[in-house]
């Protein structure tokens, strides 16, 4: 599953034919699934009205193809609802809530931010954890009560740390799936039990990452890790400076979008440029 950027002018405003192109490009290439709206998609800078735009775009552009799930968290319970139903309406199959960020729940506020959404809109849902991003850290306790819920039905847990994962795994709910956030770690999870990964790796190489996370959740360790070895340089060098910055960068270097990225993040600096080429190189996905 990807966790897809949203192409921008030079002006920033949202590049609705390089992101048809984009699509097109997930489409042919494997990807399973479209996150539209997450972290790596810039929600944190777009306004309601865009990022609701962009939503729509998706799912109608995508028209049934593959699962669409749109990223709706908030550090606002009612923004987040209201995210949550406009996505539901325009027919995202799942939406993707991160923990409310900067305003620091206790896990109580957790359990009940997460409970009220569920709770308002019908829409099955995923958790995602990622304290490094929000300084809000989702226990798994608190996930294993929320694995309870019937439209909640699994967490991106961004952490990369197995022991969480495995404790996850044991105490939630059965049908319950967690996928990785982190594509460093994405292949270890899925061969003890994890379900996918939501990656931003996959936006500049989705053939590669879809086969190996297929030989990974088949249990075909060895080609799991081969091609892992070779997108290691990616899952590495995406992150040289803030995400989306450098997959932006690359994604324009491959000439699928433009340069357009918004305020506070700005263009990948010029000594980061041959770490990211030499990575994508090493994908073959850059010649």
């Not at 790596?40 to 049934?64: Q, R």
């Not at 939406?95 to 109580?108: I, M, S």
């Not at 929000?134 to 798994?140: F, G, N, R, V």
Request: proline share 4%.
């Amino acid at each position: 599953m990807v966790a897809l950027v949203t192409p921008m002018q030079d002006d920033g405003s949202v590049d609705f034919s390089a992101l048809d192109k984009l699509l097109d490009f997930h489409l042919d290439n494997g990807t399973n699934a479209i996150v539209s709206m997450g972290t790596t998609g810039e929600s944190a800078t777009l306004n309601m009205d865009e990022h609701c735009g962009v939503i729509k775009h998706t799912v109608d552009f995508i028209n049934g193809r593959i699962p669409v799930i749109a990223g709706t968290g908030a550090n606002s319970t009612s923004e987040a609802i209201e995210l949550t139903a406009f996505a539901a309406q325009a027919g995202a199959n799942a939406c993707l809530l991160v923990t409310p960020y900067y305003n620091k729940p206790t896990q109580e506020g957790l359990y009940l931010h997460y409970r009220a959404v569920a709770e308002a809109v019908a829409v099955p849902q995923i958790l995602y954890n990622v304290p490094g991003r929000t300084c809000c850290d989702m226990l798994p306790a608190t996930v294993a009560r929320l694995s309870a819920i019937d439209n909640i039905i699994g967490i991106k847990e961004a952490t990369g740390d197995m022991g969480r994962a495995r404790e996850i795994m044991d105490s939630c709910q059965e049908d319950f799936e967690i996928y990785s956030g982190d594509d460093d770690t994405a292949v270890e999870m899925m061969l003890i039990g994890g379900k996918g990964n939501i990656s931003v790796t996959a936006n500049v190489a989705p053939a590669m990452m879809s086969q190996m996370c297929a030989a990974a959740l088949t249990g075909d360790k060895q080609t799991a890790l081969k091609i892992n070895d070779q997108l290691q340089a990616l899952h590495t060098n995406l992150f040289i400076e803030t995400s989306p910055i450098p997959v932006k960068w690359a994604l324009a270097k491959m000439g699928l979008i433009g340069a357009g990225i918004r305020l506070p993040l700005t263009p990948l600096s010029d000594d980061k440029h041959d770490a990211i080429c030499k990575a994508l190189r090493a994908a073959d996905v850059l010649n």
